[in-house]
């Protein structure tokens, strides 16, 4: 079973340099979102996407575009990297329909930006 | 709005030992849900223990338990028998049916247990 798999798990980015993250489950889920975890912070919501074609913006957005193009795909795109952008990333999945599914989680992606 | 605190950012516990780690939440909502997730040194975020709020009887996995004490907002992790590989954050979690199933995390506890 891979779950929710993140590619790259690590990346460093120059200031002003761009990239996409790429999340992918397996797990038929409807519900995917995108968090960043800093320290002493805990994990804070970037965007979220309830079902394919749909995007909605979390705690976090500014700096960051997400496309669901896919029911299985979620990608977080940089459009010009800053270094308050230097993260932990973490993408997650979970089911609409039951009421209390708990998040899955993939792997994370340290990002650095220099 | 939604808020998790976790007012113990580190601790520490004797192998063997029972620890407890404590949550507060606030919420106006009647129906949700509440979690807590480990973070071992490897990043990976695993789902510990899980608890509906609509339940009265706290939740139970094995050397893991919660005191959920609704009226008070309350949802602490009590781990007994502390193994080394309890070593790890903790973050506690609740989960609200908005748009998205809306999620919020407390700021973790660090927890270390000696040999």
């Known amino acids: 079973n891979a779950g929710v798999t993140q590619t790259p798990k690590f990346r460093v980015l120059k200031t002003g340099q761009s990239m996409t993250l790429l999340c992918a489950q397996d797990?038929?889920?409807?519900?995917m979102y995108w968090y960043r975890q800093d320290p002493g912070m805990g994990l804070r919501l970037i965007h979220y996407?309830?079902?394919?074609?749909?995007?909605a913006k979390g705690e976090v957005p500014d700096g960051y575009n997400v496309s669901r193009l896919k029911k299985q795909n979620f990608l977080l795109g940089l459009e010009s990297a800053a270094p308050s952008q230097t993260s932990v990333y973490f993408c997650?999945?979970?089911?609409?329909?039951?009421?209390?599914?708990?998040?899955?989680f993939g792997n994370g992606t340290r990002l650095t930006v220099t | 709005a939604q808020t998790v605190t976790q007012s113990q950012p580190e601790m520490s516990v004797q192998e063997a030992e029972t620890v407890t780690l404590s949550c507060t939440y606030d919420?106006?909502?009647?129906?949700?849900?509440l979690f807590w997730y480990k973070q071992p040194p490897s990043r990976q975020m695993i789902l510990v223990i899980r608890?509906?709020?609509?339940?009265?009887q706290n939740a139970t996995e094995n050397r893991f338990s919660v005191n959920f004490q609704k009226a008070a907002k309350s949802f602490s992790l009590k781990i007994s028998d502390s193994q080394l590989g309890d070593t790890a954050m903790y973050f506690c979690?609740?989960?609200?049916?908005?748009?998205?199933?809306?999620?919020?995390f407390g700021t973790g506890t660090s927890l270390t247990v000696i040999p």
């Open positions: 919420t106006s909502e009647n129906n949700y849900y």
């Open positions: 797990m038929n889920h409807e519900y």
């Open positions: 979690a609740f989960m609200t049916h908005g748009t998205g199933n809306q999620f919020y």
């Open positions: 996407s309830v079902g394919e074609g749909t995007t």
């Open positions: 608890q509906e709020a609509y339940k009265q």
């Open positions: 997650a999945s979970n089911y609409r329909s039951s009421y209390n599914s708990p998040l899955h």
